[in-house]
């Protein structure tokens, strides 16, 4: 499901099947009565903590309520043996100090884009040097993929490297019969600017001037914003759906009757989506950009060069009759054995151990 943090969310779940684990998080809210609130909740065997504070324009301000909600956050916390950080800066201070003050050792994941090139250059230099010292004082550093690893190195993050990828609930993304014959093309996204939605938009148009039946689906946080752009390009609204973000047991159905997934990425690492995808026997399209390549078995579909909108358009037009020599239990059975969360929760319980001892 596209939807912030999910993916950190997911992992714990899945540690949480071997772990106690406890998820702590800290989010502004403009609309906070008061200046700090924490709601607790049970997510699938994970007791989630989470801070909410409210907004200021005064950057002490900021960090003394961000530090205060950690440290009141702390002391509802069962006792624990190490942390697993997900968002380096500024989260990490909270993981320093309880290296440095409460001997606990912590691990990193990462799943950031802002570590490739150029984004990379937008962080100050305040941000890079502390973003180095929480790095360097990790066990561990786990990137999702090994692109991603190679651009944190090249950024200058020292450390340990391990690549542990996203996690896949394979028991709910599986194949199933699909129910109409109309070739269902869909995006699934956060709608960021790195998503490149416009120029599918403009596939989609060139793809419509063929006559191709087909039925469009474009689904993820706000996608509705995008409708005023179909209606300028001419799209049929009567084979064209915006969806804004949905349950993940709905998302997963118009998942399971596609034919097609499309990503159209500028940028990316080891999308979730992708990895659904394919769990549920359903080719993809997507650029071959970042660390896309690394989870993208032969016959599970095609990758294409970024911005190249003629590639994309072939593609489509030839998926609606090519056929593969890929089962979709195939394609379930590569995900399962490699994304499940019993396949994930086993690759940090050795990373847990290891940090445990040094």
Same mark, same amino acid.
């Given at each position: 499901?596209?939807?912030?943090?999910?993916?950190?969310?997911?992992?714990?779940?899945?540690?949480?099947?071997?772990?106690?684990?406890?998820?702590?998080?800290?989010?502004?809210?403009?609309?906070?009565?008061?200046?700090?609130?924490?709601?607790?909740?049970?997510?699938?065997?994970?007791?989630?903590?989470?801070?909410?504070?409210?907004?200021?324009?005064?950057?002490?301000?900021?960090?003394?309520?961000?530090?205060?909600?950690?440290?009141?956050?702390?002391?509802?916390?069962?006792?624990?043996?190490?942390?697993?950080?997900?968002?380096?800066?500024?989260?990490?201070?909270?993981?320093?100090?309880?290296?440095?003050?409460?001997?606990?050792?912590?691990?990193?994941?990462?799943?950031?884009?802002?570590?490739?090139?150029?984004?990379?250059?937008?962080?100050?230099?305040?941000?890079?040097?502390?973003?180095?010292?929480?790095?360097?004082?990790?066990?561990?550093?786990?990137?999702?993929?090994?692109?991603?690893?190679?651009?944190?190195?090249?950024?200058?993050?020292?450390?340990?490297?391990?690549?542990?990828?996203?996690?896949?609930?394979?028991?709910?993304?599986?194949?199933?019969?699909?129910?109409?014959?109309?070739?269902?093309?869909?995006?699934?996204?956060?709608?960021?600017?790195?998503?490149?939605?416009?120029?599918?938009?403009?596939?989609?148009?060139?793809?419509?001037?063929?006559?191709?039946?087909?039925?469009?689906?474009?689904?993820?946080?706000?996608?509705?914003?995008?409708?005023?752009?179909?209606?300028?390009?001419?799209?049929?609204?009567?084979?064209?759906?915006?969806?804004?973000?949905?349950?993940?047991?709905?998302?997963?159905?118009?998942?399971?009757?596609?034919?097609?997934?499309?990503?159209? @990425?500028?940028?990316?690492?080891?999308?979730?989506?992708?990895?659904?995808?394919?769990?549920?026997?359903?080719?993809?399209?997507?650029?071959?950009?970042?660390?896309?390549?690394?989870?993208?078995?032969?016959?599970?579909?095609?990758?294409?060069?970024?911005?190249?909108?003629?590639?994309?358009?072939?593609?489509?037009?030839?998926?609606?009759?090519?056929?593969?020599?890929?089962?979709?239990?195939?394609?379930?059975?590569?995900?399962?054995?490699?994304? @499940?969360?019993?396949?994930?929760?086993?690759?940090?319980?050795?990373?847990?151990?290891?940090?445990?001892?040094?």
């Amino acid at each position: 499901m596209p939807f912030n943090g999910d993916f950190v969310q997911r992992h714990a779940e899945a540690i949480a099947l071997v772990h106690r684990v406890t998820a702590i998080h800290v989010i502004t809210d403009g609309a906070l009565n008061n200046a700090l609130e924490i709601v607790e909740s049970n997510q699938n065997g994970v007791k989630t903590l989470i801070a909410y504070i409210a907004p200021s324009k005064y950057l002490v301000v900021k960090f003394y309520r961000f530090f205060k909600a950690y440290h009141l956050l702390l002391k509802r916390v069962d006792a624990f043996n190490l942390v697993h950080l997900n968002i380096i800066f500024p989260t990490g201070f909270i993981a320093l100090y309880l290296k440095w003050f409460k001997q606990k050792p912590f691990i990193i994941s990462e799943h950031w884009h802002g570590y490739h090139q150029p984004f990379c250059k937008e962080l100050s230099f305040f941000e890079h040097f502390f973003i180095k010292l929480i790095a360097k004082n990790a066990q561990f550093i786990c990137p999702v993929t090994d692109n991603l690893g190679d651009s944190m190195q090249q950024f200058g993050l020292v450390n340990n490297y391990k690549k542990v990828s996203n996690v896949i609930d394979t028991e709910l993304f599986k194949p199933a019969i699909k129910t109409d014959k109309i070739y269902n093309i869909i995006h699934i996204s956060s709608m960021d600017s790195v998503k490149n939605v416009p120029e599918i938009l403009q596939v989609i148009s060139q793809l419509q001037k063929t006559k191709i039946d087909f039925n469009f689906y474009l689904i993820g946080n706000n996608a509705q914003i995008f409708k005023p752009l179909a209606n300028k390009l001419a799209i049929n609204p009567k084979n064209s759906f915006f969806i804004n973000q949905v349950p993940q047991q709905e998302l997963l159905t118009y998942l399971q009757q596609a034919d097609v997934l499309v990503l159209f @990425s500028t940028i990316e690492n080891a999308p979730c989506v992708i990895l659904e995808a394919f769990a549920c026997g359903i080719r993809v399209i997507s650029t071959d950009v970042g660390g896309v390549r690394e989870h993208f078995p032969e016959g599970f579909g095609t990758l294409i060069k970024a911005n190249d909108s003629q590639a994309l358009l072939e593609n489509l037009i030839h998926y609606q009759t090519k056929k593969t020599n890929i089962s979709k239990a195939e394609m379930h059975q590569y995900i399962n054995q490699n994304f @499940s969360k019993k396949t994930i929760a086993k690759q940090f319980s050795e990373l847990y151990l290891r940090a445990l001892k040094t």
